[in-house]
């Protein structure tokens, strides 16, 4: 009974370990790699019209910054206001928007690897009679968890007051 007891405690600890590493240091990383991907974005399309601007990642403050989130610590792409101002209207859109189709796109990539694993979980479980699921489960935990924040992340840049959309909108209402 004792050795039952022990397992079972042992499954719970471990499954509360998975959660607490998973949430608190692996997907701050994760958010951080598509805020990268966001803001590569901003620059690409930004040198693509001449305007320099540049984006620098702090992995350091990656998971203080996460959890503390404010618009100076978050990822901002910098670059010089009055090249950006010459711009045309359908320009300064197409900027501000990059962010959101970078982010569109992981959220793409991150439903089509949801889809496929629960497509082999099913193949494991019915076909092959394969009933340890564990890796399936904790990889679709974490990538779960990325395409929660990443919506959450992409309604604030849509909805968010200092949000790419409505700074556009201020952009283009001078």
């Known amino acids: 009974m004792r050795e039952v007891l022990k397992r079972e405690l042992w499954k719970i600890f471990m499954v509360i370990s998975f959660l607490f590493i998973s949430i608190f240091f692996i997907l701050p990383y994760l958010v951080q790699i598509s805020t990268f991907f966001h803001e590569i974005g901003h620059v690409n399309t930004l040198e693509k019209y001449g305007v320099e601007g540049r984006y620098s990642v702090d992995l350091r403050e990656t998971i203080p910054n996460f959890f503390n989130p404010q618009i100076t610590k978050l990822g901002v792409t910098r670059f010089k206001l009055q090249e950006y101002l010459q711009l045309t209207p359908n320009q300064k859109a197409e900027i501000n928007i990059a962010g959101i189709v970078s982010d569109l796109r992981f ?7 949801l889809a496929f694993i629960n497509i082999y979980a099913f193949y494991k479980v019915y076909v092959r009679k394969n009933y340890d699921l564990t890796w399936v489960i904790a990889t679709n935990w974490i990538m779960f968890m990325w395409l929660l924040a990443l919506t959450q992340i ?21």
Request: net charge positive.
């Open 154 to 174: 992409t309604v604030a840049n849509i909805t968010y007051g200092s949000g790419d959309v409505m700074q556009l909108v201020k952009v283009l209402s001078r």
């Open 107 to 113: 959220m793409f990539l991150i439903g089509i690897y």
